[in-house]
């Protein structure tokens, strides 16, 4: 079972509303990404994609991120901006959790999930900055952090539902394409699942930060003391970069 969302089913309850359609097209993306990524499209991969969110549209089943917020990590991280990747598994599969980026629920949520909640503990040893109140993420990922999940949509209450559909697939083509155009990025890849993807990173050109997974199933074996984001900074700031500013508050 999927530990980073397993642990966070609950939400806030809202009322439903009804789902906008779900339609896979490069043109939700910025222009850089769209250049390189366009022709996965046309792959039949993600033509079967597609075909099995329309039908499990279809058969009235809500998914998560809404459709316009799939591809929010893309939106809000240009390839050109690319620093740091922090890798995900699912969306969160609770209501108005999932927003398009690993890790991150929006501002409204005031319950955070269990994994953010020890990332947050981790910042605030590593380098003192305050636990956050938000588990909005966007400042991150608008500085250049790449909040990817490995699949971009999931079933509601069903965590990994939408495993082996295609999703991987495509982000492990973009996985590729970081590792390709630019320069310097830092991947950091917490637990097993994510520890598969170093086989497309070219470990010549990048910083793997490889560690144990912030889930309270975990976190305990090492996460904790890792320092992870010290790292990071130290790594863009000897490659030339700006400094993440890690504070969301």
Known sequence: MNEQFSMFADSESTEQVPQATIKLSPDALPQDWQELLAPEFDQPYMQALQNFLSVEQAQGKTIYPPADQI???FNLTPL???????????PYHGPDQAHGLSFSVPASIKKLPPSLKNIYKE??????LPIAI??????????????????????????GSHQKQGWEVFTNRVI???SEHCENVVFVLWGAYAQKK?????????LLLKGIHPSPLSAHRGFFGSKPFSLINQHLIGSGKAAINWNVN
């Not at 938000?134 to 965590?159: F, H, I, P, R, Y």
Request: net charge negative; charged share 20%.
């Open 71 to 73: 591809f929010t990590a």
């Open 80 to 90: 050109k901006d690319v620093k740091v990747v922090i890798l995900g598994q699912d």
């Open 123 to 128: 910042l605030n040893a590593d380098l003192g």
């Open 134 to 159: 938000t588990g909005d993420l966007s400042l991150w990922a608008k500085q250049g952090v790449l909040l990817l999940n490995a699949m971009l949509t999931v079933e509601q209450k069903n965590a």
């Open 176 to 178: 590729e394409l970081v």
């Open 198 to 206: 170093e086989m497309l990173i070219d470990t010549n050109k990048h």
